[in-house]
C-alpha cells in the first residue's frame, strides 16, 4: 500500500488548480473550510487501525494541491465512508465526500486499488463482489442448504456501464 503524506513537500508538487477541481464537485465545495483541528482522525475508525491513513492529512494535500501524490496512493481508498468525520467536523467539511471526489478522480485516471478491480470483475462475471469458492457451495449441498440465489451480472454490468463505470485507465471507475 502506498503512503501519501510521509515524504516532504516539493513546491514543485504543488498544483495550484487541484482544489478549484475539488470545489466545484458536490461534495467538496467547503474543502478549504478546514483548519486542520484533527477531530476527523481522531474520531475515525479507520485511522485508530492504521499507522498511515489520516483524513486530516489527506484534507490538507488535497489544500495544498497535491494531486499527484493523493490520486497515485491507495490511501484514500481505505476510507469506509462512515462519516462520522463529516458529522463532528466544526467546520463543517464534508470529509468523507471529499475524499470520495478524490476516489472518483484517481478512478477517472485509472488510479484503483487491485483488490477493487478484482471486485469488479467479479460482479460482471457472477454478479457478486467475491467470488463463492466451489468447496462453499458444495458444502452448502451436503448440509441440505438451498442453493445462493443467482447475481445477475448481466443487468449489473449494464447498470455500471451506464453509469460510466470501467472507464479511465484501470477496470473500472466509480
Ligand atoms: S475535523 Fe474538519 S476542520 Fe478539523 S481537521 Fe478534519 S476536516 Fe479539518
Ligand atoms: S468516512 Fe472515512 S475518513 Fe471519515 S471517519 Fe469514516 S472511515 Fe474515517
Same mark, same amino acid.
Not at 470483475?121 to 468447496?135: D, F, H, M, Q, V
Given at each position: 500500500?502506498?503512503?501519501?503524506?510521509?515524504?516532504?513537500?516539493?513546491?514543485?508538487?504543488?498544483?495550484?488548480?487541484?482544489?478549484?477541481?475539488?470545489?466545484?464537485?458536490?461534495?467538496?465545495?467547503?474543502?478549504?473550510?478546514?483548519?486542520?483541528?484533527?477531530?476527523?482522525?481522531?474520531?475515525?475508525?479507520?485511522?485508530? #487501525?492504521?499507522?498511515?491513513?489520516?483524513?486530516?492529512?489527506?484534507?490538507?494535500?488535497?489544500?495544498?494541491?497535491?494531486?499527484?501524490?493523493?490520486?497515485?496512493?491507495?490511501?484514500?481508498?481505505?476510507?469506509a465512508?462512515c #462519516?462520522t468525520?463529516?458529522?463532528?467536523?466544526?467546520?463543517?467539511?464534508?470529509?468523507?465526500?471529499?475524499?470520495?471526489?478524490?476516489?472518483?478522480?484517481?478512478?477517472?485516471?485509472?488510479?484503483?486499488?487491485?483488490?477493487?478491480?478484482?471486485?469488479?470483475?467479479?460482479?460482471?462475471?457472477?454478479?457478486?463482489?467475491?467470488?463463492?469458492?466451489?468447496?462453499?457451495?458444495?458444502?452448502?449441498?451436503?448440509?441440505?442448504?438451498?442453493?445462493?440465489?443467482?447475481?445477475?451480472?448481466?443487468?449489473?454490468?449494464?447498470?455500471?456501464?451506464?453509469?460510466?463505470?470501467?472507464?479511465?485507465?484501470?477496470?473500472?471507475?466509480?
Amino acid at each position: 500500500m502506498s503512503e501519501t503524506g510521509q515524504k516532504l513537500i516539493k513546491a514543485s508538487e504543488m498544483n495550484a488548480s487541484f482544489k478549484y477541481e475539488i470545489l466545484k464537485m458536490h461534495g467538496g465545495e467547503k474543502l478549504m473550510r478546514c483548519f486542520q483541528c484533527g477531530t476527523c482522525t481522531s474520531d475515525c475508525p479507520v485511522a485508530r #487501525f492504521s499507522d498511515t491513513y489520516r483524513p486530516r492529512q489527506i484534507i490538507r494535500m488535497a489544500q495544498l494541491g497535491l494531486k499527484d501524490r493523493i490520486l497515485s496512493s491507495d490511501t484514500s481508498w481505505l476510507c469506509a465512508s462512515c #462519516f462520522t468525520c463529516t458529522d463532528r467536523c466544526p467546520q463543517d467539511v464534508e470529509v468523507a465526500s471529499v475524499i470520495r471526489v478524490l476516489r472518483n478522480l484517481a478512478a477517472e485516471e485509472g488510479h484503483i486499488p487491485l483488490v477493487f478491480k478484482e471486485q469488479y470483475a467479479s460482479i460482471l462475471e457472477s454478479g457478486y463482489a467475491y467470488k463463492i469458492p466451489e468447496l462453499r457451495l458444495k458444502k452448502r449441498e451436503t448440509l441440505g442448504l438451498p442453493p445462493l440465489p443467482r447475481g445477475n451480472a448481466e443487468s449489473i454490468g449494464k447498470v455500471l456501464r451506464g453509469i460510466g463505470f470501467g472507464k479511465g485507465g484501470g477496470n473500472g471507475g466509480t
